[in-house]
């Protein structure tokens, strides 16, 4: 902690004012390399160390009951690498979750989040070192070993053109069968817009109780993917025509007759992958703008513009794939001698190109066939 005003002895009692809870200094501590010297004073302007608290946290201002005050907040820089991770054992999966926890709370600076679509744990921070170690701690604190790898891109699958296709479930093997039928309208959406089922059906051809089972099968399908196993987005799908059995329909017949049709549909109504693209901002020597901006459209980059930033740096905005800037961090230390630095969020999703997209699923598929394996 920093001392900004004020002097304080060993055995003191102070007040966290953030917390509003009083807290015990039990002994300051000057840090010497590997070495530690116990001392009896602090001073205004003072950095010391303080063990075991037991209320405070990061961020949080000390001072006596007395005279509470509380300091402004220190404004950390957003985590600029993200990693996967994942337990090397059962039992480092059961005290993960828990680790991670403790590390957030020391380290404003370290971000934790679940990727639903990709189904990965991802930790964000400032440089691939800095979350090499905080692993070592999360190893040598609390016993939990882990692996850090590249996370996976979440990518999409979408469609181009409209068709319409008849799925048909019917299966007989003595006594009730399962029958249902169906026929689909399949089209593209606007970017965004995610999924839209319409319901045209008249004249009963499908009892209005089979209609949500239709529904609920081609939600699942699109769920798992057609082409690569990426989610299927940005789609229409207009129920209007089928038939049914007066004995063997059943919600698990229209269910399963709803996800034949749109997986057969999807592959006539020219199938694409889609890609997440970032907002890119970098900030860079003068000297070494050049090599950044042809590094960039190397990327599959956009330049979008640039701008001076302070004396001796320009800042370049630009719209990059994020499957080609997962490790930039290095890249940029590499071309700027460290002295570069950048951000970046989500912008929107783009169509990837047919080469790359052909790579993708081939490699998708790969990593099924290995799974089964």
Known sequence: MRVFSGILHPDSLVYNTNKEKEEKISSLLIIKGKSQ?????????????????QVTSTGDTLSFKEQPLILPKIEFPEPIVSLAVTPKSKADEDKLGSGLNRLLEED????????????????????????????????????VEVTLFI?????????RSKTQVEGKYKRQSG????????????????????????????????????????EKGIKEAMEGG???????????TTLYDGSYHTVDSSDMAFKIAG????????LEARPVLLEPIMNLEVIVPEQNMGDC???????????????????????????????????YSIDLRSITQGRGNFKMIFSHYEEVPAQIGEQIIARSRQEKEEVKA
């Open 108 to 143: 404003p600076t370290f971000k934790v989040f679940r990727n639903s679509e990709t189904k990965e744990t991802i930790i964000n921070g400032m440089g691939e070192l800095h979350l090499e170690i905080l692993m070592e701690r999360l190893k040598r604190k609390f016993g």
């Open 293 to 327: 901006i042809g590094d960039l459209n190397g990327k599959r980059g956009k330049i979008l513009g640039m701008e001076p930033a302070q004396k001796g740096y320009q800042l370049i905005k630009a719209q990059v794939p994020l499957s080609e800037i997962q490790r």
């Open 175 to 214: 006594g009730r069968g399962q029958y249902g039928h169906v026929w689909l309208e399949i089209e593209p959406l606007e970017r965004g817009k995610n999924f839209e089922f319409v319901d045209k059906i008249v004249g009963g051809a499908i009892p209005k109780n089979y209609i949500p089972s239709v």
């Open 226 to 236: 057609i082409i690569s196993g990426y989610p299927l987005v940005d789609v229409r």
């Open 259 to 266: 996800a034949m049709a749109l997986k057969k549909g999807v």
């Open 151 to 159: 996370p996976k891109v979440p990518y999409k699958e979408t469609i």
């Open 37 to 53: 010297e116990n001392i009896d004073l602090i001073n205004a302007g003072d950095i010391v160390t303080v063990a075991k608290l």
